[in-house]
């Protein structure tokens, strides 16, 4: 059919640069993510959910692009976060465009809230997984729609799924969750979520390097979600474990 021919000469190769898709030529998947982001953190508070995600995007091991917000809005009550290739991100977010425009036309009073986001997206990454041409993602999917309470979960690349009150993806599953299974607590205001997070984020940028000091958090309550402007942690590396000579002074650091 049309749909199966168009997806099908989109995935098609190219014979050079500027010539035209060959159309029996076999159909490629992406085998390895090439843009990517490191981890997405996020935790339930009193009334609400934060997420928190560095805008750094890697290009292998280049620092390449210093600005991607990997944590957007979807429909009124929900925010989606991610880890993993972005251009496999930026697809997913059309893909969830299209379904709260429609939505929006149907205008039947009945709109996706955080848990029917989160199954569509566990069924979507199912399905691609079953193809052999997986999304290269961890996703955090959080909201907040009113009478329905907070909600957290997560979904990665091969559609493993749980739902929890504080949730890491990538090397936050390593060290940031310790973190947050010693501090988070049931009723924590969103200043103390939004210190827990901040510590998580400090911790990971001394010890992830595909990590950035600049920092997108982002709210999501009854009252709707908000995604805030970046910030830049401060950091200090005076410290005399970071400065001090190793391996008989023959070194830069303790790097």
């Known amino acids: 059919n049309i749909l199966y021919n168009m997806e099908r000469l989109s995935a098609n190769k190219q014979n050079g640069v500027g010539e035209a898709f060959d159309p029996h030529a076999p159909i490629t998947h992406t085998k390895s993510p090439i843009v990517q982001g490191t981890s997405v953190l996020g935790v339930k508070y009193k009334g609400g959910v934060m997420l928190a995600a560095d805008t750094l995007g890697s290009y292998g091991g280049l620092a390449r692009f ?47 809230d955080p848990s029917n986001v989160h199954s569509l997206l566990t069924r979507m990454m199912y399905q691609r997984r079953n193809k052999g041409d997986p999304l290269w993602n961890s996703l955090i999917v959080a909201g907040c729609k009113p009478g329905k309470g907070p909600f957290l979960g997560y979904v990665d690349s091969i559609a493993t799924a749980y739902e929890g009150d504080f949730i890491a993806t990538g090397y936050g599953g390593h060290l940031a969750i310790p973190i947050m299974r010693n501090e988070w607590k049931a009723d924590m205001t969103e200043e103390e979520a939004f210190g827990l997070l901040r510590k998580c984020m400090e911790v990971l940028y001394y010890r992830d390097c595909r990590t950035l000091n600049r920092i997108t958090f982002a709210t999501v309550t009854e009252d709707g979600a908000n995604v805030r402007e970046p910030v830049h942690l401060k950091t200090e590396w005076e410290y005399a474990l970071f400065v001090k000579p190793k391996a008989g002074g023959d070194t830069d650091g303790s790097w």
Request: proline share 2%.
């Open 66 to 112: 210093k600005d991607l917000r990997r944590i957007r809005p979807v429909g009124d009550f929900t925010l989606l976060g991610a880890g993993g290739e972005y251009s496999d991100y930026q697809y997913i977010m059309q893909q969830l465009d299209r379904a709260t425009t429609h939505d929006y036309c149907v205008d039947d009073g009945s709109t996706l």
